[in-house]
């Protein structure tokens, strides 16, 4: 006699995202508790919020997909903290999270021009807000939460031109100056800004655009460029774009303009010039001009 094929178990019902309730008091335990920064509770929070249910397993995602360095590090640190935060011990917390490995900053290229070129022209057909910050973080060097979080107040006159405050890591400031192009993106957002000098200068319909939505935007523009690629039977030049590459791409194009590395240190807001130096590795088409101007090679 023929066995019918056992019935598959019914799927097991997803657990509960965590409550808003949970998610705040989780922030008051990162700021009485631990006394981190407001920038600092918004990101770990912000992780678990869209963790959902399984933060752990997000996490191991994350290092599996060879994630940004710094996406793997903030969202253990936040994992570890929530997971704290829940009960858990410190050996059991320990045995739970993955390690740390994700992709080294030095892994990233810049942009080249080519691929610059064909990122610019695909973002004109992107809507507002994102449209906006996308044009500008090559243009500034601006980290991408930088950018998300100016306001009508973060920007300067400046013999002319236009220059922004920015309040980078750990909450520190500093002042860069625009280009052309640069100032030209932020005067039409202030146009279209409101009046309060507190008003977001890239703003959704809740508020400042999130870094997030600038980060899914690259995902699109990355899958849109790939398939452009794959229909002229060439490889795509737009694989590894995120934020951060188009940080990258301005500190390079920066250099091989001529601006010096203690100038790019104080636009970038980094605290070692080491890590500045670390931004600069030349890709290809760089290192080939380099090598063609050398005579008799």
């Excluded at 064909?118 to 906006?132: G, H, K, Q, T």
């Excluded at 236009?162 to 146009?191: N, Q, W």
């Excluded at 997030?212 to 990355?222: K, M, S, T, Y």
């Amino acid at each position: 006699m023929t066995r019918r094929p056992a019935r598959p178990a019914p799927p097991a019902p997803p657990k509960p995202e965590p409550a808003e309730a949970d998610l705040a008091a989780f922030a008051e335990h990162l700021r009485v508790d631990l006394g981190l920064l407001e920038r600092t509770r918004q990101a770990y929070t912000g992780v678990i919020r869209r963790a959902g249910s399984d933060p752990v397993g997000v996490l191991r995602r994350l290092v599996g997909a060879r994630a940004p360095e710094g996406t793997v590090l903030q969202a253990r640190a936040a994992v570890g903290h929530w997971l704290a935060f829940r009960g858990h011990g410190p050996e059991e917390i320990a045995a739970m999270l993955p390690a740390a490995r994700g992709r080294k900053s030095t892994e990233r290229d810049a942009l080249p021009e080519e691929a610059l070129a064909v990122y610019l022209r695909l973002v004109e057909a992107v809507p507002e807000p994102v449209r906006s910050v996308l044009a500008l973080l090559p243009r500034s060097g601006l980290r991408v939460s930088e950018a998300c979080g100016l306001r009508r107040s973060s920007t300067v006159e400046h013999r002319g031109g236009l220059a922004l405050r920015i309040y980078g890591k750990g909450d520190k400031p500093r002042t860069i100056p625009l280009g052309a192009e640069g100032a030209a993106i932020v005067r039409a957002a202030l146009a279209a800004a409101g009046p309060d000098k507190d008003a977001p200068l890239f703003a959704g319909r809740r508020g400042p655009v999130s870094t997030n939505h600038i980060r899914d935007w690259c995902a699109v523009l990355r899958d849109r460029e790939a398939e452009q690629a794959a229909a002229e039977g060439r490889a795509p030049l737009l694989g590894a774009l995120c934020p951060h590459v188009l940080r990258h791409t301005y500190a390079t194009r920066a250099l091989v303009a001529g601006m010096d590395l203690r100038t790019l240190q104080v636009i970038l807001g980094h605290e070692s010039i080491k890590t500045t130096q670390r931004y600069l590795h030349p890709g290809l088409d760089d290192l080939a001009v380099g090598v063609a101007r050398v005579p008799g090679l």
